[in-house]
């Protein structure tokens, strides 16, 4: 495979990938197709934007005309499928956006592959990056979600990925389409857009704004370095099993509350605020619609079939996360102006 087409490459984790295949693979021609929805963001991935073998292209996966034009424009045959609405909170309010991107989206995607491939799969692989979401929700029993767990969604966000993934594999059945398969756990790291827990209250607390934990703050995150996933990505995108699927996670698990205890600590010591300082701002507020109390990764079968592990402690990886928000607070800034504010304070007054 030469010519990658990477979808949602401006958003969080897409960045990543993207800036991992530009650096790591000279040889190949990276294609980032990417609507640049309010999450869509160039900023995210200005470093790589000049490199000789990356080509960003402005696109709704939900055309299908134009991605047969890019398809054979580019001539792809590989493709990283991330684009997608990825915010459970939003999907609550508006789920038809969520069904159009990560449903219709993915089909016109698996369309256009099928077309332009032709039948002949040599060397052709179609990669769908999905969530732990779609398997619902664990009790606090020690139990793992498995790559055997059955889908049991429950959000209107999970329901499209668990959609999504559906047609994937029946692609794969229907037509051999080469199709490959993950679901990955919570991801934390830079660029992440700050209407998720972690940039979110990082920010709110350099703010001094309030820390609005959804209920008792006892639900359970199994928490992953982006570079980690981004990294797992590049070894299954050239590794995995065609017609496989493979769990990721950092077998990480954390209570929503410690979590935020944690954030608190590591920004009030690096801002030098007295200890504790900010442990006022967290508040309490109504749960989450069907808020899923557990996640949990098993993602032995990745380490044990193609070695992969997460490289970084949480430890490690937090301090990184919070110090990065810190010293990027023009990124910041500029997001969470205008339509962003709009938005986040329409979320909290029906609340
Ligand atoms: P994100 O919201 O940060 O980025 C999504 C990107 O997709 C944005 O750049 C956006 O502009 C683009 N996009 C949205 N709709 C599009 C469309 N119609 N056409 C083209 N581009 C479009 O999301 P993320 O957190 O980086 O997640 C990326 C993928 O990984 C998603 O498929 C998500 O379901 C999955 N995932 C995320 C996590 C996580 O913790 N963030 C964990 C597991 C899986
Ligand atoms: O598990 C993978 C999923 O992780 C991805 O598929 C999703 O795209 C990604 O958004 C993430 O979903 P979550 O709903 O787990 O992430 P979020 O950051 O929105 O919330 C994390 C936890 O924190 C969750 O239990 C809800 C809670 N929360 C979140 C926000 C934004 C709060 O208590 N307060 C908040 O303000």
């Given at each position: 495979?030469?010519?990658?087409?990477?979808?949602?490459?401006?958003?969080?984790?897409?960045?990543?990938?993207?800036r991992?295949?530009?650096?790591?693979?000279?040889?190949?021609?990276?294609?980032?197709?990417?609507?640049?929805?309010?999450?869509?963001?160039?900023?995210?991935?200005?470093?790589?934007?000049?490199?000789?073998?990356?080509?960003?292209?402005?696109?709704?996966i939900?055309?299908?005309?134009?991605?047969?034009?890019?398809?054979?424009?580019?001539?792809?045959?590989?493709?990283?499928?991330?684009?997608?609405?990825?915010?459970?909170?939003?999907s609550?309010?508006d789920?038809?956006?969520?069904?159009?991107?990560?449903?219709?989206?993915?089909?016109?995607?698996?369309?256009?592959?099928?077309?332009h491939?032709?039948?002949?799969?040599?060397?052709?692989?179609?990669?769908?990056i999905?969530t732990?979401?779609?398997?619902?929700?664990?009790?606090?029993?020690?139990?793992?979600f498995?790559?055997?767990?059955?889908?049991a969604?429950?959000?209107?966000?999970?329901?499209?990925?668990?959609?999504?993934?559906?047609?994937?594999?029946?692609?794969?059945?229907?037509?051999?389409?080469?199709?490959?398969?993950?679901?990955?756990?919570?991801?934390?790291?830079?660029?992440?857009?700050?209407?998720?827990?972690?940039?979110?209250?990082?920010?709110?607390?350099?703010?001094?704004?309030?820390?609005?934990?959804y209920?008792?703050?006892?639900?359970?995150?199994?928490?992953?370095?982006?570079?980690?996933?981004a990294?797992?990505?590049?070894?299954?995108?050239?590794?995995?099993?065609?017609?496989?699927?493979?769990?990721?996670?950092?077998?990480?698990?954390?209570?929503?509350?410690?979590?935020?205890?944690?954030?608190i600590?590591?920004?009030?010591?690096?801002?030098?605020?007295?200890?504790?300082?900010?442990?006022?701002l967290?508040t309490?507020?109504?749960d989450?619609?069907?808020?899923?109390?557990?996640?949990?990764?098993?993602?032995?079968?990745?380490?044990?079939?193609?070695?992969?592990?997460?490289?970084?402690?949480?430890?490690?990886?937090?301090?990184?996360?919070?110090?990065?928000?810190?010293?990027?607070?023009?990124?910041?800034?500029?997001?969470?102006?205008?339509?962003?504010?709009?938005?986040?304070?329409?979320?909290?007054?029906?609340?």
């Amino acid at each position: 495979m030469k010519n990658i087409l990477i979808t949602g490459g401006a958003g969080f984790i897409g960045s990543h990938v993207v800036r991992l295949f530009v650096n790591k693979y000279p040889d190949y021609n990276i294609i980032n197709l990417d609507k640049l929805t309010y999450a869509g963001n160039l900023a995210n991935i200005n470093d790589i934007e000049n490199a000789p073998n990356y080509t960003f292209v402005k696109a709704d996966i939900c055309d299908f005309d134009k991605m047969l034009d890019i398809f054979a424009q580019y001539n792809i045959d590989g493709v990283i499928h991330l684009a997608a609405e990825s915010h459970v909170d939003r999907s609550i309010k508006d789920p038809f956006t969520f069904a159009k991107t990560n449903v219709m989206g993915t089909l016109s995607l698996l369309q256009a592959a099928k077309h332009h491939w032709n039948g002949d799969f040599e060397n052709r692989r179609f990669y769908h990056i999905s969530t732990d979401e779609v398997y619902g929700s664990l009790e606090f029993d020690g139990t793992f979600f498995t790559e055997q767990t059955s889908y049991a969604p429950h959000s209107p966000y999970s329901a499209s990925k668990a959609s999504s993934d559906h047609f994937v594999r029946a692609f794969q059945d229907t037509f051999g389409l080469p199709t490959v398969i993950t679901n990955c756990s919570n991801n934390y790291g830079p660029y992440q857009f700050p209407e998720k827990l972690i940039p979110l209250f990082i920010n709110n607390i350099r703010h001094g704004k309030p820390l609005p934990v959804y209920g008792k703050g006892e639900n359970v995150r199994d928490w992953l370095y982006v570079v980690d996933h981004a990294r797992a990505i590049d070894v299954i995108f050239h590794n995995g099993r065609l017609g496989d699927t493979y769990n990721i996670g950092g077998f990480n698990e954390w209570t929503n509350i410690d979590l935020i205890k944690v954030i608190i600590a590591t920004v009030d010591r690096l801002l030098g605020n007295p200890e504790g300082e900010s442990l006022d701002l967290i508040t309490y507020v109504t749960d989450r619609a069907g808020h899923d109390l557990r996640y949990a990764i098993d993602s032995n079968k990745l380490k044990n079939e193609l070695g992969w592990e997460p490289s970084l402690q949480f430890e490690e990886g937090i301090q990184k996360t919070v110090a990065w928000y810190l010293e990027n607070q023009k990124w910041m800034d500029d997001i969470t102006s205008g339509e962003y504010e709009t938005y986040y304070d329409s979320m909290y007054e029906n609340r």
